[in-house]
């Protein structure tokens, strides 16, 4: 499924930065309330996608253990969930995101919802996964059946001990109209959780969602920065180096997709160059290198949790 693993697939460069906002009290002077200067340089450095194989949890472990990430999110559906699920749970000082999961984009890897087949039967396809598009999945869901999956998976997080610091969406599912981006901040309320929308990204590509946007009161990420095209390994790093030396002051993100070049990754993603196996190495690469924390110290940028924010912002 080259070119679809986003909403925002037809982009023509490596890196998009893209302003988020999260739904939460008004965000002030941010930095100071973290304790640090107005102008200060804030970044969280954010894995998505754990759960998802093995291969995927033990490098984002990894890097939560060298310190090259501080934050994650979760794909409860998944088959690698309880593994991730028992190592948040012995963790729970970690940041700890729930992505929430409504589509199956691999090949020959699939998954369905937390909630039984028969409640939702909209977000299936005929062999009972998820559709492996989001075209697919927003021509087909009926938006009731979408709210109770994603408390399904808000809450099998939940019991399973996960400390849930905030919400996010796999491949922007939720974003597609105005109903379903409703309930995805509703829900997100619901459970006084953090949610995660692409503010800018939406003014260019679904303007009609403006409306039910609240942008009032939010924490503003002033830029969102992640791969969106593959670049050789040994240049990987320009492109975010780039990035980050540009980065604004204020609260900015950095996305990664992390795992092993393995077999079994390399079996996940077949016929699947675009945030492949390949592709998951050369970004673990990247947060582990002795370059990216010089860069990091040379910048003077602080690193930062959703939780930290989310606390600070009330």
């Not at 460069?13 to 107005?38: C, D, M, T, W």
């Not at 969280?44 to 501080?70: C, P, W």
């Not at 408390?151 to 491949?171: C, E, P, S, V, Y």
């Amino acid at each position: 499924m080259k070119n679809s693993r986003y909403w925002l697939c037809h982009a023509t460069l490596f890196l998009l930065l893209f302003p988020f906002i999260v739904i939460a009290q008004n965000q002030g002077s941010l930095p100071e309330k973290l304790g640090y200067p107005r102008d200060a340089r804030l970044l969280i450095v954010h894995a998505d996608d754990l759960g998802v194989s093995h291969s995927t949890n033990a490098a984002a472990i990894a890097a939560f253990e060298q310190k090259a990430i501080n934050s994650a999110s979760i794909m409860v559906p998944c088959p690698w969930f309880p593994e991730i699920a028992a190592y948040a749970k012995a963790h729970p000082e970690l940041d700890w995101g729930i992505h929430i999961t409504l589509t199956a984009e691999w090949k020959y890897y699939k998954w369905d919802g937390v909630s039984p087949a028969g409640e939702i039967p909209s977000l299936l396809d005929k062999d009972g996964y998820f559709y492996a598009s989001v075209r697919e999945f927003q021509q087909h869901a009926k938006p009731e059946e979408v709210a109770r999956e994603i408390r399904a998976q808000i809450r099998k997080a939940l019991d399973a001990g996960i400390n849930i610091t905030h919400l996010d969406n796999h491949m922007g599912s939720l974003l597609g109209s105005p109903e379903l981006a409703k309930i995805y901040q509703e829900i997100g309320r619901e459970f006084n959780l953090p949610v995660l929308i692409p503010a800018k990204m939406i003014r260019m590509m679904a303007p009609q969602l403006l409306p039910y946007i609240d942008t009032v009161n939010n924490v503003v990420v002033n830029q969102f920065i992640t791969a969106y095209q593959q670049a050789p390994a040994d240049k990987w790093h320009v492109y975010y180096d780039q990035a980050l030396r540009q980065l604004p002051a204020g609260l900015n993100e950095l996305v990664v997709h992390l795992a092993y070049d393995d077999a079994e990754m390399q079996a996940v993603t077949i016929d699947h160059p675009d945030f492949g196996a390949a592709w998951r190495q050369n970004d673990f690469n990247y947060v582990t290198s002795k370059g990216f924390k010089e860069l990091l110290q040379k910048e003077n940028i602080r690193l930062v949790t959703w939780k930290a924010v989310y606390e600070a912002a009330q």
